[in-house]
């Protein structure tokens, strides 16, 4: 899997960094910078987590060729 992000979207809101810290890093006045592009299936879940919760919808998981844009 990789994570892909619409910096567009994102408000920095720093939702996806409190869920899988390992993977997100959101500077204070900034945007979210992905730290891991493919993380691993072990961090699948809380990654996850941080596409549902993400405020304005601007994280993806893209599998297999396909977008997945998880809390619709
Ligand atoms: S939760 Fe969404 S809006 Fe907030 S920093 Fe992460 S990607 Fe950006």
Do not use: W
């Amino acid at each position: 899997m990789r994570i892909v992000v619409d910096l567009d979207l994102c408000q920095g809101h720093a939702v996806c960094q409190a869920e899988a810290p390992d993977v997100f890093a959101v500077p204070k006045r900034g945007k979210v910078e992905i730290l891991i592009e493919s993380p691993s299936s072990d961090q699948r879940a809380v990654v996850d987590d941080a596409v549902t919760y993400c405020p304005t919808r601007a994280l993806s998981i893209v599998d297999d060729g396909k977008s997945e844009n998880k809390g619709e």
